[in-house]
Structure formats: structure tokens, C-alpha cells
């Protein structure tokens, strides 16, 4: 039996052509941060609740661990402020951000700077972060939180 020249050809561009490819898209955790932080900052408490997992956990250095319907709780109560120009958000800044990716999940570090103002005037505050971040039906989501004050 001959083997047509081509036949092997094809088999080998195929092959190359239909290697696997990674399922999570990497390159989007970036734009999901930012687009995370930057609904924080405005307070856009829906594009959050699109962003965080049903079982979304979060910690920060000045109370107990809470879940998702308690932290869009305290969100709601500073949406207030905001709105109100009890506060005002500045800045919100991440740097010094380094990913680590696992499968459909990544631990996403960095730095914190927030400056805002009130009646008392302008405060800047610095926190070292540590999130998680699981991709799910096509999106990154951020599953859990924590935060500690840099003095």
C-alpha cells in the first residue's frame, strides 16, 4: 500500500496546529484586577458582585473573616459615604503586584496605596495584599482576600 507524499505532511501540521492549548486565558487576570480595582475605588458594586465567587472570602487586619453578603454589607454602607462626599477616594493604586498561576487559579501579591479624604482631610494608607483569583466560565473572579496595614 503506498502512502500518498502529502498525507504524513497533513498529519504533521495538524498536529502542530491542533496542539492543546490552555484553557485559562492568563493574559486577562491583569485587566480583571484592574477592572476590580477600579470598581472598588468608584464603588460599582455590580460589576464587584460579577467579579467575586459565591463563596467569596475576605480578611483584613481589622476584623473577623466575612463572606461575600457581609463584605457587599460594608460596601453598601461605604457607597454611602461616597456618594454622600463623606469620602472621597483620591487614589487606589497596585503595584508591586507578582502573579503565581495554578491550573484555573492564580495568588495574585502587591501593594496597596490608598488616598482618600474626609472631614479630618487627606490620608494615605498602605496595605501588602494577597488575593485569589479562580477563573470560571470564561472569567477571572476573585475568590478570597487579605490584607495587612504596612506601618
Given at each position: 500500500?503506498?502512502?500518498?507524499?502529502?498525507?504524513?505532511?497533513?498529519?504533521?501540521?495538524?498536529?502542530?496546529?491542533?496542539?492543546?492549548?490552555?484553557?485559562?486565558?492568563?493574559?486577562?487576570?491583569?485587566?480583571?484586577?484592574?477592572?476590580?480595582?477600579?470598581?472598588?475605588?468608584?464603588?460599582?458594586?455590580?460589576?464587584?458582585?460579577?467579579?467575586?465567587?459565591?463563596?467569596?472570602?475576605?480578611?483584613?487586619?481589622?476584623?473577623?473573616?466575612?463572606?461575600?453578603?457581609?463584605?457587599?454589607?460594608?460596601?453598601?454602607?461605604?457607597?454611602?459615604?461616597?456618594?454622600?462626599?463623606?469620602?472621597?477616594?483620591?487614589?487606589?493604586?497596585?503595584?508591586?503586584?507578582?502573579?503565581?498561576?495554578?491550573?484555573?487559579?492564580?495568588?495574585?501579591?502587591?501593594?496597596?496605596?490608598?488616598?482618600?479624604?474626609?472631614?479630618?482631610?487627606?490620608?494615605?494608607?498602605?496595605?501588602?495584599?494577597?488575593n485569589l483569583w479562580v477563573y470560571e466560565n470564561g472569567t477571572w473572579k476573585r475568590a478570597g482576600f487579605h490584607d495587612?496595614?504596612?506601618?
Amino acid at each position: 500500500m503506498k502512502i500518498h507524499q502529502s498525507i504524513p505532511f497533513l498529519i504533521i501540521i495538524c498536529l502542530l496546529g491542533c496542539e492543546p492549548k490552555s484553557s485559562v486565558d492568563r493574559d486577562a487576570l491583569l485587566t480583571s484586577i484592574e477592572t476590580f480595582n477600579t470598581a472598588f475605588s468608584e464603588g460599582d458594586l455590580a460589576v464587584l458582585d460579577s467579579m467575586t465567587t459565591s463563596n467569596y472570602l475576605h480578611t483584613n487586619s481589622s476584623s473577623p473573616v466575612i463572606g461575600k453578603t457581609d463584605w457587599f454589607g460594608y460596601l453598601e454602607k461605604r457607597n454611602k459615604r461616597l456618594e454622600s462626599g463623606e469620602i472621597e477616594v483620591l487614589d487606589y493604586a497596585l503595584d508591586e503586584t507578582k502573579i503565581e498561576y495554578h491550573e484555573n487559579s492564580a495568588i495574585v501579591t502587591g501593594k496597596v496605596t490608598v488616598v482618600t479624604k474626609d472631614s479630618l482631610g487627606t490620608k494615605q494608607n498602605q496595605y501588602r495584599i494577597t488575593n485569589l483569583w479562580v477563573y470560571e466560565n470564561g472569567t477571572w473572579k476573585r475568590a478570597g482576600f487579605h490584607d495587612g496595614k504596612i506601618k
